[in-house]
């Protein structure tokens, strides 16, 4: 294990990381903290209640949390996996390490967690914690008996869903990573070549990226909230599709943030996608693609089906009663291909089907943004002639993607 001073804080915004803590909070009724290596969380929130609220409220112990996460931290990053020890104040702390080829960036740790009732060991060395503390013991202890017992089953799935968290931490982390050499070879190559035609190129390739960098598996936090309920209900089986579609999901990010990805990459993708939706919407979501071999291997920007699909999904399907559909069909006119989505959810707002491409301009309404951000890659991609068209027609509403066929 190697700590070459990487910052997690370098890498990922404070309100990205504020939001990983609230949503998993919401997901789940319990509070994890995002460390540095040293064991300092590194965004401040106002989560923690009850116990470990009061052990944080005095200087000593806010600095023996800090210690017992670090030598948490320290302890999984070293065996590579999931620790679970206690703390210094009694209850279990959880903690997987946050590692990028082969260094300790950090971890995410989990408090307060009580696998068992409280016994009366238990009970005595809370008073000897409250007066090393400096803390009213009666307090301690009520606040202690107040922790929820939480099953050891419900115990690995939390483990499992903080491991999802993670990789998604260290595709940001990879992505940045790449995006920060990306920019400086093409700012250096851009001051070499200092011929028009270059540094037009060079500039199309730099926005193109930074399109790119805007798509993120941010459904991920809503994904938690699924994997809980099925968890809770003891639909494992379930629970571990979704936890492997998710995985792949990611992965998928992680490994092909490239300029460009076959068609193929980009269905297998959006199954995974529409696979973790059907969890949700069972019978109520069908979804099929009806694409010709020839037409797997034409190339795209990656992640420029799964905006589309999600926007059905979310502003189509889920306010709509009743069942939807998804189809995606790919058709060989000319030199051209076309691609659509169709579904038969709610639609598309009647401004911006009058007058699009146009209409998007300044459009910041929800389900747009990945319009936007997919018309505008695929035409600084392939040129002007390309991108997304609008339909809507009897209920059904058709996204049109026009990609050349090489």
């Not at 926005?207 to 598996?217: A, F, R, V, W, Y």
């Not at 291997?297 to 069942?323: I, S």
Request: charged letters at 25%; hydrophobic letters at 40%; one cysteine or more.
């Amino acid at each position: 294990m190697e700590n070459n001073g990487l910052d997690l804080l370098h890498y990922i915004e404070q309100d990205k990381m504020l939001q990983i803590i609230e949503s998993f909070k919401q997901a789940t009724d319990i509070v994890i903290d995002i460390n540095d290596n040293l064991g300092f969380p590194l965004v401040e929130h106002d989560y923690f209640v009850g116990f470990c609220k009061y052990v944080r409220s005095t200087e000593k112990g806010f600095r023996q949390c800090i210690e017992s996460n670090a030598l948490v931290g320290y302890h999984s990053a070293n065996k590579g996996q999931v620790v679970i020890s206690p703390c210094h104040a009694g209850p279990l702390l959880m903690a997987l390490p946050v590692m990028l080829e082969g260094v300790f960036l950090g971890s995410i740790t989990c408090c307060s967690i009580l696998l068992q009732e409280p016994d009366e060991l238990a009970v005595n060395k809370l008073q000897k914690v409250a007066g090393e503390l400096e803390l009213d013991e009666n307090k301690l202890i009520r606040s202690y008996k107040e922790i929820n017992v939480i099953s050891h089953e419900k115990c690995t799935a939390i483990s499992n869903m903080i491991q999802l968290i993670i990789n998604y931490v260290t595709e940001l982390i990879y992505r940045s990573k790449r995006q920060e050499g990306h920019y400086t070879r093409e700012l250096n190559s851009i001051l070499k070549d200092k011929t028009k035609t270059e540094l037009e190129n060079k500039l199309r390739l730099a926005e193109l990226k930074n399109l790119q960098s805007q798509i993120q598996p941010h459904f991920l936090f809503n994904t938690l909230n699924t994997l809980t309920g099925l968890v809770t209900l003891n639909e494992n089986q379930k629970a571990l599709d979704v936890a492997y579609s998710l995985s792949e999901i990611l992965r998928y990010n992680l490994d092909s943030c490239g300029e460009l990805v076959t068609l193929r990459d980009e269905l297998r993708n959006v199954e995974n996608y529409l696979q973790i939706k059907k969890i949700r919407f069972g019978s109520r979501l069908n979804y099929s693609f009806q694409v010709a071999a020839e037409l797997l291997d034409v190339e795209m920007p990656y992640l420029t089906l799964q905006p589309l699909v999600e926007n059905a999904c979310v502003h189509g399907l889920e306010p709509k009663e009743g069942d939807g559909y998804i189809q995606i069909s790919a058709d060989k006119v000319g030199d051209k291909v076309e691609l659509v989505i169709e579904d038969n959810g709610l639609g598309i707002p009647d401004e911006l089907l009058r007058d699009f491409p146009k209409s998007l301009k300044g459009l910041n309404q929800k389900g747009s943004i990945g319009l936007i951000n997919v018309h505008s890659r695929l035409q600084l991609c392939f040129g002007w002639e390309f991108g997304v068209k609008l339909f809507r027609k009897r209920g059904v509403t058709r996204v049109l993607l026009l990609l050349p066929f090489r």
